[in-house]
């Protein structure tokens, strides 16, 4: 018999969301910043997204070259960061409906969920 993936009760989804993110400057004081999110499967009212990039280095992360940024207006170098995240779905933005993800960096994302 066959193993059943890990996400196999889980809705696929190809959709590139800010989100929100709530962190503290060197002054301790609070602030809420955006950053653009690669959300690849959803269950429910919950995202499944990892972080996209233009860093090639992100504090305590690895991070991964895309092999084509999303984003068909840039032409800066993509990167995810490697930890899979989930977070509710209010605290995400808008959707960029023009964004596209390749589909061997797609494949790459979902192996590290696994």
């Given amino acids: 018999m066959k193993k059943k993936s890990r996400h196999a009760q889980l809705k696929r989804a190809h959709e590139f969301r800010y989100h929100s993110v709530l962190t503290k400057n060197r002054n301790g004081k609070s602030l809420k910043i ?34 084509k940024n999303p984003n068909p207006k840039d032409k800066k170098d993509a990167y995810y960061v490697v930890d899979v995240k989930q977070d509710t779905k209010d605290r995400f ?8 993800i390749d589909i061997q960096d797609d494949i790459d994302i979902r192996k590290k969920f696994n």
């Fill in 34 to 67: 955006s950053h653009p999110s690669y959300v690849f499967l959803k269950k429910g009212n919950v995202y499944i997204y990892v972080t996209i990039t233009h860093s090639s280095k992100v504090e305590d992360y690895v991070v991964i070259k895309l092999r």
């Fill in 93 to 100: 933005g808008r959707r960029h409906d023009d964004w596209k």
